[in-house]
């Protein structure tokens, strides 16, 4: 991931509502949410959530399905992946290892 990207992702989740969406999908995992599941889950209104989804779509942080006349929004886990090994490639001095319990948690939960 460049740096171009990267800023990219960290201004869609540097805003509160895209940051708790993006927490909500996470959780949600492979099953998604609807932008209408969202609203209620976070007591927003539609037009807020789609403008924010917007955003998150646009950094690559997440993606959006069409099933009938909804959209399922995921996490796309591969971007998410990448912005935290750009975050962590120089981690203590380009010693990983001393990262590894966050890395190792991070992958059991991908």
Request: charge should be negative; hydrophobic fraction near 40%; include cysteine.
């Amino acid at each position: 991931m460049d740096t171009d990207i990267a800023v990219r992702c960290f201004q869609a989740i540097g805003q509160t509502h895209r940051l708790e969406m993006f927490r909500e999908l996470a959780r949600a995992g492979d099953q998604g949410m609807t932008a209408g599941l969202i609203a209620e889950t976070l007591d927003l209104a539609p037009s807020q959530v789609s403008f924010h989804l917007k955003e998150l779509e646009a950094s690559g942080l997440c993606f959006g399905e069409r099933e009938g006349r909804f959209i399922r929004y995921r996490i796309a886990p591969s971007a998410v992946r990448e912005l935290l090994d750009f975050l962590l490639a120089d981690c203590c001095q380009g010693r990983k290892d001393l990262c590894s319990p966050v890395l190792s948690k991070i992958a059991s939960s991908c």
